[in-house]
């Protein structure tokens, strides 16, 4: 009878742990040490532990574990009836103190109760206690504030001195450690510096990626640069990011307001009039200029301009409907050949292109007639261009069955290749091909065939699905280097046995025949 009414009277607990992160904190393992003894010599059971590993105690958003906690002690029933905590601090430094008060008070209010097993109150439930609980998060709060604030000032002052801190260089600089003698030593792109007595400066980098920055500043302030036109520049020839990425509108409008290009250093511009409505820091002068001040102006002057430049609805449908009476087919590709405003900004007017282009007067009916005529034709041109690819291949011996559903090639040891057709696009500068890449299949090749405005294809290509996927979404008249433009049948089955080869490496192909003329008859204008 003793043994059941002990075991009855058995406190089940939770622990919630916090490490902040500041190095110096207190680590996640002496937490759980001094919470199991103190629930071994008060005969509690600690049935779950929750955990907020290297983050603030400032707000709750970013606290996973306190959320967790908060949301099992709501439930019924509920699975625990105290919550122990090393310390007031580990509860939460939060700036308001009454947030640290009121989530304890939820706890309290389900019937759970909080111990903080290292003050001295310990579980006491008095006045003097809530007096005292107060006190430690009035403290908390303003050490915390008072730590901020010091790294902050150091920080001001190492950004003043022409050192960086915080994010990584644009494209065109490179970071260099250096040292209390001056010394200086080159970082790759994400190495941290070797200790922390060295500080962080941003020079030039490599040549070529200085080259590119002037060029695209040379770029936009060219009459009729824009940043549309830049990013598609850019992504025709391939060119990529410090991150790796393709350059867009907003990628190329950061490049061109980022202050670093002219030898200037801004931290905190964003973060600091957000969080803490500070003015940003600043130290002008303290990098080499990439380019000249003259440039530098011309573009701001520019981006500026352009920023304010906004046309009402009516002229937005003004613009639309002298287009369409040009164009009854209008598309959106021919919006940016005609230089009119882009698909988004009709997007945020009027919801969508297609409902600006209907109240813009466009015969919807006579529109989606022609295009269901240009599907019909197109899917008869794929079909003719897919039986020509697997004559060709079969005629030089290689195994080749097309796929009753889909516009695939099962080659052998089943290896799968795409055939896709690229429709011509006329633009300012001649044709160009969109390569569409969401659509397709899983499959190990990709034969795409870029079509001319005649009844010939104007060339093909041939590569892996990860190397079509990289290379750029517009390809012009000219391809580049990373489309390598096949014009041949033999091309074309020479860079196919490469490509089969590369995917089984037993097998052996034979030599390939002498160069004859492109036998492409199956080819249309754009469908």
Same mark, same amino acid.
């Given at each position: 009878?003793?043994?059941?009414?002990?075991?009855?009277?058995?406190?089940?607990?939770?622990?919630?742990?916090?490490?902040?992160?500041?190095?110096?904190?207190?680590?996640?393992?002496?937490?759980?040490?001094?919470?199991?003894?103190?629930?071994?010599?008060?005969?509690?059971?600690?049935?779950?532990?929750?955990?907020?590993?290297?983050?603030? #105690?400032?707000?709750?958003?970013?606290?996973?574990?306190?959320?967790?906690?908060?949301?099992?002690?709501?439930?019924?029933?509920?699975?625990?009836?105290?919550?122990?905590?090393?310390?007031?601090?580990?509860?939460?430094?939060?700036?308001?103190?009454?947030?640290?008060?009121?989530?304890?008070?939820?706890?309290?209010?389900?019937?759970?109760?909080?111990?903080?097993?290292?003050?001295?109150?310990?579980?006491?439930?008095?006045?003097?206690?809530?007096?005292?609980?107060?006190?430690? !998060?009035?403290?908390?709060?303003?050490?915390?504030?008072?730590?901020?604030?010091?790294?902050?000032?150091?920080? +001001?002052?190492?950004? !003043?001195?022409?050192?960086?801190? #915080?994010?990584?260089?644009?494209?065109?600089?490179?970071?260099?450690?250096?040292?209390?003698?001056?010394?200086?030593?080159? %970082? @790759?792109?994400?190495?941290?510096?070797?200790?922390?007595?060295?500080?962080?400066?941003?020079?030039?980098?490599?040549?070529? $990626?200085? +080259?590119?920055?002037?060029?695209?500043?040379?770029?936009?302030?060219?009459?009729?640069?824009?940043?549309?036109?830049?990013?598609?520049?850019?992504?025709?020839?391939?060119? %990529?990011?410090?991150?790796?990425?393709?350059?867009?509108?907003?990628?190329?409008?950061? =490049?061109?307001?980022? $202050?670093?290009?002219?030898?200037?250093?801004?931290? @905190?511009?964003?973060?600091?009039?957000?969080?803490?409505?500070?003015?940003?820091?600043?130290?002008? /002068?303290?990098?080499?200029?990439?380019?000249?001040?003259?440039?530098?102006?011309?573009?701001?002057?520019?981006?500026?301009?352009?920023?304010?430049?906004?046309?009402?609805?009516?002229?937005?449908?003004?613009?639309?409907?002298?287009?369409?009476?040009?164009?009854?087919?209008?598309?959106?590709?021919?919006?940016?050949?005609?230089?009119?405003?882009?698909?988004?900004?009709?997007?945020?007017?009027?919801?969508?292109?297609?409902?600006?282009?209907?109240?813009?007067? !466009?015969?919807?009916?006579?529109?989606? $007639?022609?295009?269901?005529?240009?599907?019909?034709?197109?899917?008869?041109? @794929?079909?003719?261009?897919?039986?020509?690819?697997?004559?060709?291949?079969?005629?030089?011996?290689?195994?080749?069955?097309?796929?009753?559903?889909?516009?695939?090639?099962?080659?052998?040891?089943?290896?799968?290749?795409?055939?896709?057709?690229?429709?011509?696009?006329?633009?300012?500068?001649?044709?160009?091909? %969109?390569?569409?890449?969401?659509? %397709?299949?899983?499959?190990? =090749?990709?034969?795409?065939?870029?079509?001319?405005?005649?009844?010939?294809?104007?060339?093909? @290509?041939?590569?892996?699905?990860?190397?079509?996927?990289?290379?750029?979404?517009?390809?012009?008249?000219?391809?580049?280097?990373?489309?390598?433009? =096949?014009?041949?049948? $033999?091309?074309?089955?020479?860079?196919?046995?490469?490509?089969?080869?590369?995917?089984?490496?037993?097998?052996?192909?034979? /030599?390939?025949?002498?160069?004859?003329? =492109?036998?492409?008859?199956?080819?249309?204008?754009?469908?």
């Amino acid at each position: 009878m003793d043994a059941a009414d002990n075991s009855a009277k058995v406190i089940r607990a939770a622990a919630y742990v916090r490490m902040s992160t500041d190095h110096q904190d207190l680590s996640i393992g002496m937490q759980l040490d001094a919470i199991r003894d103190y629930s071994l010599i008060n005969g509690i059971e600690l049935v779950d532990v929750y955990e907020d590993a290297a983050k603030s #105690g400032l707000r709750i958003a970013n606290r996973e574990g306190m959320k967790r906690l908060i949301r099992d002690v709501m439930e019924v029933p509920r699975p625990f009836d105290t919550v122990l905590v090393y310390d007031v601090s580990r509860w939460g430094r939060f700036q308001d103190i009454d947030a640290a008060a009121y989530y304890e008070y939820t706890c309290r209010l389900h019937g759970v109760s909080v111990v903080y097993v290292k003050e001295s109150f310990g579980a006491k439930q008095d006045a003097m206690t809530a007096l005292l609980k107060t006190i430690k !998060r009035a403290m908390a709060a303003e050490y915390s504030r008072e730590l901020g604030m010091k790294c902050r000032d150091g920080q +001001d002052r190492a950004i !003043r001195l022409g050192f960086q801190v #915080g994010p990584l260089p644009p494209l065109g600089l490179t970071r260099v450690a250096v040292d209390r003698l001056g010394k200086r030593r080159l %970082l @790759g792109r994400k190495q941290p510096k070797g200790s922390q007595a060295e500080r962080v400066a941003w020079v030039h980098g490599p040549q070529w $990626e200085v +080259d590119l920055v002037r060029r695209i500043f040379q770029m936009y302030a060219a009459e009729g640069g824009s940043l549309k036109s830049v990013a598609r520049q850019l992504q025709y020839e391939g060119v %990529l990011t410090g991150n790796g990425q393709r350059f867009t509108n907003d990628t190329v409008s950061l =490049l061109l307001r980022n $202050e670093a290009f002219i030898g200037n250093f801004v931290w @905190g511009r964003a973060y600091r009039q957000k969080k803490n409505h500070q003015r940003e820091t600043r130290a002008d /002068g303290v990098i080499e200029p990439v380019i000249s001040r003259a440039l530098w102006d011309t573009v701001q002057c520019k981006l500026q301009r352009r920023r304010f430049k906004r046309r009402t609805n009516d002229q937005l449908l003004e613009a639309l409907r002298r287009q369409l009476e040009k164009n009854p087919l209008l598309s959106q590709v021919d919006l940016e050949r005609t230089g009119m405003p882009s698909k988004e900004t009709y997007n945020r007017a009027f919801g969508s292109l297609q409902a600006a282009m209907r109240l813009a007067g !466009r015969d919807v009916g006579k529109v989606r $007639e022609h295009h269901l005529k240009q599907i019909l034709v197109a899917r008869a041109i @794929g079909d003719l261009v897919q039986y020509d690819l697997v004559k060709l291949l079969v005629r030089e011996g290689i195994e080749c069955t097309p796929h009753t559903r889909s516009r695939v090639l099962i080659l052998e040891n089943g290896i799968r290749a795409r055939v896709q057709l690229c429709w011509p696009h006329p633009s300012e500068a001649g044709n160009r091909w %969109l390569l569409l890449k969401k659509s %397709l299949p899983a499959g190990d =090749l990709v034969i795409f065939a870029a079509m001319d405005l005649g009844p010939q294809a104007h060339w093909f @290509g041939v590569s892996s699905m990860e190397e079509f996927r990289r290379l750029p979404p517009w390809v012009h008249q000219d391809p580049p280097s990373a489309v390598k433009a =096949l014009y041949t049948p $033999e091309a074309i089955v020479r860079e196919l046995k490469k490509q089969l080869a590369r995917l089984n490496p037993s097998a052996t192909y034979a /030599g390939l025949p002498r160069e004859r003329p =492109l036998e492409t008859q199956n080819c249309a204008t754009h469908p």
